[in-house]
């Protein structure tokens, strides 16, 4: 065939090869000698033997000196094991922890279910393991050898780092060259293999166990950790290894693409959930509830499914669309005039209730077009509606009530599970508005390309913090009478908006490398423009913009510090202003801030290393 | 235009599905399409020739209004192509298309593709769109490639799939855009194959080709168009035998 | 397949559709519903925003630029700003000071660490990556912040702190090192360096031209550096003579000066609106052809009414908006050329602050070093030498580093992307290394380098706020000091975007330039 024609020919199962980096890596030159090797890759020419004796240097000096800093007498780590709790959670009540351990098992659950059902997890070949734990033992070697250690110290680490390089050693001798070539194992396993290595040791190294004591002061007792560090750790790994192998155990006999569809719609709503778990324990008034809350909501079912079920029939034309357009103005009209025509229900609350499913209503209402097929399609067009009504009901008037649990977002909740919210919540928001700015700004209507245009290159040509300022002390001022928002929520809304900016410019790329054929043969087809930017457009688009989009995400993650300096308690903020200003800790700012630097480190390293390897499966990398 | 090249319909006795009166076309200063003139008739197989650049491309795209037209009335089966969404929608649905390119959608299956358009502009039911995809595809001779995805076929494959895809809305005339030209040379003669087979069973085509041997077969008319006009209009015989233009033949004796 | 027969009932060939149903009238109509309906969602905001603060007794509006400022700057060009416009000029002057310096460093290290990362020697293209993938993976607010407190950790400044007394100080206070400034006699000797360039110019054509002529080599580079030489060394001397030139540049801004605000509202809106025509009439030329004018689309009368729309706000801003604007204009200007009259100092009427005229007869630059008198801290920006203060090191370094690991993957890409037949190809036309190099490898890679590259300088200038966790004044840490002291949170966040703004389309406007002349060269 002729490869020129159809663009990168991706399909779903591009997506599911079980990926191996050396699969196709031609065999090594075995001829290379370490003496050749050295001088081919150090001293090939003087002035190489120059560069390579200048940049030893400065790479035993800076190793030396951040082994001297991490090492030193006066360091004060113990600021950071007695205040884990705190940048891991802020301030959260100690008696309702176990709530943050729910949430993070359940995500944990999901990640590794996902990993098997989604083929997500790579594959490592023993060669490259026995490397692996060979090139800890050099570490280890080396941080003995430059190290200020004492003698004995000295001794320790150059010992352990026999054990460990000869461990390798023996991986690597005990399997013949082909064997360790070709044996591959999950990189799952091997992960789950150190993080098992890493928890075994919560219990058996007497790592000590530090705390703030009854008197505020920082108390430390000899031992292994706390018991309610190491069994909360132990059950999160249990859950991984458990949750993995149940899904490899069921992913053959699950409907592909429908558990997909389904775990990717629970990881959109997770973050959601992870948050109420951790903030909210409504305390409902069920009084309030029967009476009001529960009707409003039948009459929205009902009256609103009947709208839609004629909305939906294949004689109404186009009536249908007028009658959302008419709902939707009526929505907009409540929302923006001061005379309430809904003043007869008995709150705010209420208020607020019938103007979003109103809104809603006309919104939803705009595509029963598409769903007059069949009367099985239009009930299920309805049955949606139901469902959705009744989850947004139950939902406003939960987060209307109080709640048992004494916890303000602002205040107490804080720490890496506030960045990691922060975060999460951002890209969910930015997704959808930079795709519509992404469809804005290559759409054939000028004026809504000029609003798109606009608003994105407005957006990046200011910097972050000046937006977060905007949210965080003036979006206040915008809202009408009566209604509030906490600072984290204002946050997310603006660095959501700020985000969706740079997104679009990513999901721009994908729709222009979409070719006009595509678009002129679903319009020969006779798609309407909405059809053909869902089943055309967008699928290629966004696949083909998969990782650009993940190199955002990361940077996402990363700028999320920045909430630091508007007062939000991120984990930075904890590092950099707390922690330095409890007594017992005064100035121990450089401790916390390595400790910061080098999580988000690990965080974001291997999100790229992964998209990396994304790319190379998709083929995109190269042009 | 003269009289005697709109040759029309009419004088075989059915009406016209086509009528192409005047169109004009710019794109910036330069003028593609100058007053192209010419009828279609039911169940007619018309042959557009010319060399590249001569505006026949342009003009059976302004047929389903892939581009729009700036001067003179297109109308299609009675429907005249106006800025009227519902006349659009109308042609539309009457009119295949085939492209050079196959623009087949490449992320979704084979039989994804033909069911498409059927479930979402027919709004046909699923398994009933499917039963008519599989007839279409064992029509064109690759019912076993259904589940398979455009990138795993060949061209003429991918172009017969094309095919099936615009019959899967039952329309009552078919475009064909260059359907070869992107093929390799074994892989035409299946395409023309299929395309043979649907003149027969009486389709009114219009076919862009480079094709002589399809033209002289298989076609009605042949309209001979050269940088936006057309040139000649006659039977295949009249064509390639006593072509009256000297343009024409000087055409004719650069492909021949 | 069944062919379905003609339907009965046949639709007229008609004229035009009912408008609901015509193309174009339901494009513009969903266009403009939108438009509308977001103009109508920011008036609702923009009312209740007006109504909150008005309960909340603040106001906006932009008078607190002219009342006294009522803090003090830490740092900066002027420490003690008479009024809030000018405390935030004072910010934005620092901002300036590290965008640019911040870029030059940034360039340089990024590519000498991007050839590290090409390099064969095995230990030198491991230190390039450590380098990038440590700084790209760690958030830099983070690493400002890591930088702020290891400079707090480094000793006091003392009388004989190091490391290189005299010359260079790195202290808990920041780093300071000899620096050179510009001095009195500059702008004569500017003048004639700008000659000098003139005749450079001249020359090196010529020695190109001579070495085209004769296929000799003509030294066409060194012959222009020798004629600059030249001309920097004798004008280092006789710069003087050209300070009768603030006479003109005076007599210039007076002439300014006495433009009455109406002509240049007038001039202005006549421009606006000549503009709008200019660009109607090509756009309209663009579309003749030679049989005649093409018929026009929606879209080419959008663009037609939407370039008078623009001339007509432009003319709203000039004579409903801000009428001062034109008297702004008319100030600056005449301002500018003041300023640039007592730079020539030939005016007796410009004294010093101490009384004495201005003797601008000396030497066109000075230099110093840094001279601590007293143990503590640095004088800023004295006579001393160059002192960067520890906030100012720590962003300084902290963009620095970061945007340099971003330009390293940068350079190393756009080498990369050449393609390797291309030095095959130089090599084999029988180029040496070096000319392969300069005239096949590095424009190409530079072509493909420069838009990435331009993107981050943006970035950097943008990053440059994140000065604020650390203190150091710059436009945003002002910006929140005025909030705090005055509440005009809506009128400084309208200044802070409009720097920016202004900041990211010179960047875009300068790269832009580079980019279009190398294509032309290209090509």
Redesign the interface.
Known sequence: MSSSVVPPNLTPEDFEVEYSEEASLPPEDPSLSPSVWIQKNLFSSPSSAVLTVVFSVIAVLTIRGLLAFILGEERQWDAIATNSRLMAAQGYPLDQFVRIWVAFGSLIGLAGFSAAIFRASGTISLKRIAIWVMNIGVAAGVIGLLAPLSSSGRMGWIIAALVVFGVGAAIWFGFGEERRRSTFIPSIWVLSGFALIGVISLWVVPYGHYFLGEDGRATVEEGTVAFSTQMPWTVMWAILVVSHLVGLAVRDRLPAQASKGFLGLLWVIAPFVANWIILRDPDFDYDHVFSTDIPMALAFIVIGGAVLWAQSSSTIGETGRLLAIAILLAAVYTWVSRIEFLDFLPNWSMLQKARLSMLFLGLYGLAASNFSRDNATRRAYVAGWVIFMVIFHWLVTAVNSPSTLNIQSDTYLGGFTLTLFIAWLTLLVSFPIGVVMALGRTSNLPIFRLLSTGYIEIIRGVPLITILFFFANILLFFLPEGMEIAKVAAVVIGYGLFSAAYLAENVRGGLQSIRRGQFEAADALGLTTSQRTAFIVLPQALRVSIPPLVGQAIATFKETALVAIIGLNDFLRIANNTIPAQTDFVGAKREGLLIVSAIYFVVAFSMSKYSQRLEKRLGLGTR | MTANMSASGMELGR?DMIVSDGVDK?Y????AL?GVTAQVA?REVVVVLGPSGSGKSTWI?CI???E?H??G?I?V????L?????????I??D???V?Q????????TVMDNIT??P???R???KAEAETKAME?LE?VGIPEQAAK???????GQ?QRV?IA???A??P?IMLFDEPTS???PEMISEVLEVMKDLAR???TMMVVTHEMGFAREVADRIIFMESGEIVEVGTPEHFFTNPTEDRTKLFLSQIL | MTMTEPSASRLEVSGKPPFYRDVTVVKWLVQLATLFTLIFITWFLAREAGDNLRAKGLTSGFEFLGQPAGFNVSEGIDTEPATGGRALWVGMVTTFRLAISGILAATILGILVGLARLSNNWIVNRVGSVFVETIRNIPLIVQIVLLFAVFGSLSRVELDSGPINGWLHVTNKGVSMPRVFIADGFYQWLVFMLIGLVVARFVRKNRIAAQEATGEPSYSGLATLGVLLLFAIVGWFIHPVFGFIGGPLQAISDGIANIPQVAVQVALTALAFFAAALWVKRFRDSRRTPAGMAALTDDDWFRQIFAFVGAAAAAAFLWLVWPGFSDWIVNSSSDLFRVLADKFGDNPEFLDADGVARDRDGAPFGWARPDIVQPGNFANYGDQGLTMSQGFAAVFFGIVFYTAAFIAEIVRGGILAVAKGQSEAAAALGLSRAQALRKVILPQAFRVALPPLGNQYLNLTKNTSLAVAVGLSEVVQIGQTVISQSGKSLSVFVIWMSFYLCCSLTISVIVNFFNVRMKIVER
């Open positions: 009406a710019w910036g200063d330069f003028q100058k039911e795209r389903n209004r892939l729009v700036q001067g009335t109308a089966d009675g429907v005249e106006t800025n009227d969404t519902r006349n659009i929608d109308k539309r649905s009119v295949g298309m492209f390119q196959f623009n087949l959608f490449p992320h979704l498409l358009a479930r979402w502009v709004k046909q039911p279409l029509r995805f455009p990138g795993q076929l060949s061209g991918q094309a895809r615009s019959l809305m039952e009552r992107a093929l390799d069973g009486g389709m």
